[in-house]
């Protein structure tokens, strides 16, 4: 069966600073894999995918992530937070008829 | 133009009450969800409907029933509502049934009381 830990529960950065949110995925074929983030009271909003090619995709925001088949994770990575980026991001795994296995999510909290 | 958008966007309701939450897409995709998140913010995927078709049943009360009267329409519907209930619901949708990605709604927090 599929699976998704973020190992982080809660992280706290210094606006400014950068930023790196992991994931590991345990998935059986090539995994197709997401980055989602959810600011209060929100919706999910796609920040990033990956299913095929380059390993290191870039997505909305400035946010990017590296796919390493050998760690089995897709790590996301901010280089200089803003305030804004404040929210609960998701990692998940798989998609389409089966739908999305989500991690736990990771709660970022932005230092002034 | 929200492209997947639910109503209604709270709910607040009495145990035992039926209830129903609606999701439309307008983006043209042919699968939609519904997904629970729980109160420590864990999100499951309850259904899966593919061209109207259900697809996947997850492990789901038979309270909890899906209605798909067109493919840009997966509606909720929720009997004898119970306490354990509480949660926001999430409908998506995604281009086909092979691997794209979801396109979330803004969530319908329901509180049963």
């Known amino acids: 069966a599929q699976s998704v830990t973020q190992p982080d529960i809660h992280i706290t950065v210094s606006e400014g600073a950068s930023l790196e949110l992991r994931c590991n995925y345990s998935y059986g074929a090539t995994p197709y894999l997401f980055w989602y983030v959810q600011s209060p009271g929100q919706g999910l909003q796609l920040l990033l995918k990956?299913?095929?090619?380059?390993?290191l995709v870039q997505g909305i925001k400035g946010f990017e992530a590296e796919f390493k088949r050998s760690q089995s994770s897709f790590n996301l990575r901010k280089p200089s937070v803003h305030w804004s980026d404040a929210a609960e991001y998701f990692c998940a795994v798989g998609g389409g008829a089966d739908g999305l296995t989500f991690g736990k999510g990771t709660h970022l909290i932005i230092q002034p | 133009d929200t492209a997947v958008s639910q109503t209604p966007k709270y709910l607040v309701t009495q145990m035992g009450n039926d209830k129903s939450i609606k999701c439309e897409q307008n983006?043209?995709?042919?699968?939609m969800y519904w997904y629970k998140q729980d109160s420590k913010k864990f999100l499951k995927i309850m259904f899966s409907?593919?061209?109207?078709?259900?697809?996947i049943n997850e492990t789901v009360p038979n309270r909890f029933s899906p209605k798909s009267p067109d493919k840009a329409h997966l509606n909720l519907h929720i009997n004898s509502l119970e306490l354990g209930d509480s949660a926001v619901y999430f409908c998506?949708?995604?281009?086909?049934?092979?691997?794209?990605?979801?396109?979330f709604g803004q969530g319908t927090r329901l509180t049963v009381v």
């Open positions: 983006l043209g995709h042919d699968t």
């Open positions: 998506a949708s995604s281009r086909t049934a092979k691997n794209t990605e979801a396109f």
């Open positions: 990956y299913f095929s090619g380059d390993t």
């Open positions: 409907y593919n061209n109207k078709e259900l697809i």
